[in-house]
């Protein structure tokens, strides 16, 4: 199985600042990466497909980058309505495997 | 508007059955295959199987072969997930969501709205 692993688990920032999150995968999986946010008590909702392309409805202020093994999900401009848990999931082969999230806060 | 509601909660006792339905609406449901996604408490994301509702075909993770079995009923746009043998273990959410036949560059891009099935003696 491919393992997906994310960093960091937790993170603390101030409204507007520039916030990154980075996933890394254990076998190479081309763009296969996409990323979700989840806000308490609600399903995930997808943000990025195929490494850097922008869900239909997603704030332009989020963007991805990479391929390969390692990838990144960048929030631009931190606002109060992105306070969740963010994860990435491959899709380049079964088990569909999801990194183990990391927790957006603000300071 | 594109749409896919989930069963209602459930409450099982160790070593039941437990089966969450999963009804599509709004697109042509055999252009998209339904992925099943669990969550325990204040865990993360943990993908079970996928179901082509085209022909049928499955496939699910190791961790859960021969426990789980996930079905469609193209009359009715459903797919159901049954989870056997249950354990306290199994207490989380269940979500379904699609993910285009076409290619599996583009994400699961529509959830359902989450079933809790609780498992306890």
């Known amino acids: 199985d491919i393992q997906m692993t994310q960093s960091p688990s937790s993170l603390s920032a101030s409204i507007g600042d520039r916030v990154t999150i980075t996933c890394r995968a254990s076998?190479?999986?081309?763009?296969?990466l996409h990323w979700y946010q989840q806000r308490p008590g609600k399903a995930p909702n997808l943000l990025i497909y195929?490494?850097?392309n922008l869900q239909s409805g997603v704030p332009s202020r989020f963007s991805g980058s990479g391929s390969g093994t390692e990838f990144t999900l960048t929030i631009s401009s931190l606002q109060a309505d992105d306070v969740a848990i963010y994860y990435c999931?491959?899709?380049?082969?079964?088990?569909?495997?999801f990194g183990q999230g990391t927790r957006v806060e603000i300071k | 508007q594109v749409q896919l509601v989930q069963s209602g909660a459930e409450v099982k006792k160790p070593g039941a059955s437990v089966k969450v339905s999963c009804k599509a609406s709004?697109?042509?449901?055999?252009?998209?295959?339904i992925h099943w996604v669990r969550q325990a408490p204040g865990q993360g994301l943990e993908w079970m199987g996928v179901?082509?509702?085209?022909?049928?075909?499955?496939t699910y993770a190791q961790k859960f072969q021969g426990r789980v079995s996930v079905t469609r009923d193209t009359s009715t746009t459903t797919v159901h997930m049954e989870l056997n043998s249950l354990t306290s273990e199994d207490t989380a959410v269940y979500y379904c969501?699609?993910?285009?036949?076409?290619?599996?560059?583009?994400?699961?891009?529509?959830w359902g709205q989450g079933t809790t099935v609780t498992v306890s003696s």
């Open positions: 076998h190479t999986i081309g763009g296969y």
């Open positions: 999931q491959q899709s380049h082969s079964p088990p569909r495997t």
């Open positions: 709004g697109y042509t449901f055999t252009n998209y295959f």
């Open positions: 969501a699609r993910d285009h036949i076409v290619s599996n560059s583009y994400g699961l891009d529509v």
């Open positions: 195929a490494a850097s």
């Open positions: 179901i082509n509702p085209s022909g049928g075909s499955t």
